[in-house]
T-cell receptor, first 109, second 116 residues
Framework: GQNIDQPTEMTATEGAIVQINCTYQ??????LFWYQQHAGEAPTFLSY??LDGLEEKGRFSSFLSRSKGYSYLLLKELQMKDSASYLC??????????WGAGTKLIIKP | NAGVMQNPRHLVRRRGQEARLRCSPM?????VYWYRQLPEEGLKFMVY????????ESGMPKERFSAEFPKEGPSILRIQQVVRGDSAAYFC??????????????FGPGTRLTVL
């Protein structure tokens, strides 16, 4: 079966760095997405990785290792507005997105 | 440039009634996806449609649920004879194309269905 695993909840302090991990087992791989979802709102796109390595975009970076079936999202200089759920999704060989349950990130002052 | 639009944003139905959810994709997008999200859970794929065609409905329950994307007008997700377990947020997303590795999906604000 297809499976995406990520921690249910994480807590971090304002101004700090946090890393959210995602491991996956899917039938085929056509890229990995990270989305941010604030409570009661729609998911918004953060990043896309299809090749191994690190993609940096401002305070957010995303890393992929295809051989290990592993990705992480790194958030630096955390702000209170970063409190949200972070969803990992993998596009399988049929170009269907398989979604993780999301990691709820709580930022404390 | 309007994004993905969904209406209504909130919908309350009694058990046994019908729920009709609408989605207008982004301009130029012909691929529409419907997802269901229960509280504190991730998104669950329901159905993928292109204009006038259902491409993949593997995530949609066989009974009571149907979806369409007519040539003119929005995509419709229809739930007949709703039950309490149908209470969830239903998100629609659209994309420019599917048969490509890079295929960002843009999400609408969702419709929150509550079944009393």
């Amino acid at each position: 079966g297809q499976n995406i695993d990520q921690p249910t909840e994480m807590t971090a302090t304002e101004g700090a760095i946090v890393q959210i991990n995602c491991t996956y087992q899917t039938s085929g791989f056509n890229g990995l997405f990270w989305y941010q979802q604030h409570a009661g709102e729609a998911p918004t796109f953060l990043s896309y990785n299809v090749l191994d390595g690190l993609e940096e975009k401002g305070r957010f970076s995303s890393f992929l290792s295809r051989s290990k079936g592993y990705s992480y999202l790194l958030l630096k200089e955390l702000q209170m507005k970063d409190s949200a759920s972070y969803l990992c999704a993998v596009m399988d060989s049929n170009y269907q997105l398989i979604w993780g349950a999301g990691t709820k990130l709580i930022i404390k002052p | 440039n309007a994004g993905v639009m969904q209406n209504p944003r909130h919908l309350v139905r009694r058990r046994g009634q019908e729920a009709r959810l609408r989605c207008s994709p982004m301009k130029g997008h012909s691929h529409v996806y419907w997802y269901r999200q229960l509280p504190e859970e991730g998104l669950k794929f329901m159905v993928y449609l292109q204009k006038e065609n259902i491409i993949d409905e593997s995530g949609m329950p066989k009974e009571r649920f149907s979806a369409e994307f007519p040539k003119e007008g929005p995509s419709i997700l229809r739930i007949q004879q709703v039950v309490r377990g149908d209470s969830a947020a239903y998100f629609c997303a659209s994309s420019l194309k599917r048969e490509a590795s890079y295929n960002e999906q843009f999400f609408g604000p969702g419709t929150r269905l509550t079944v009393l």
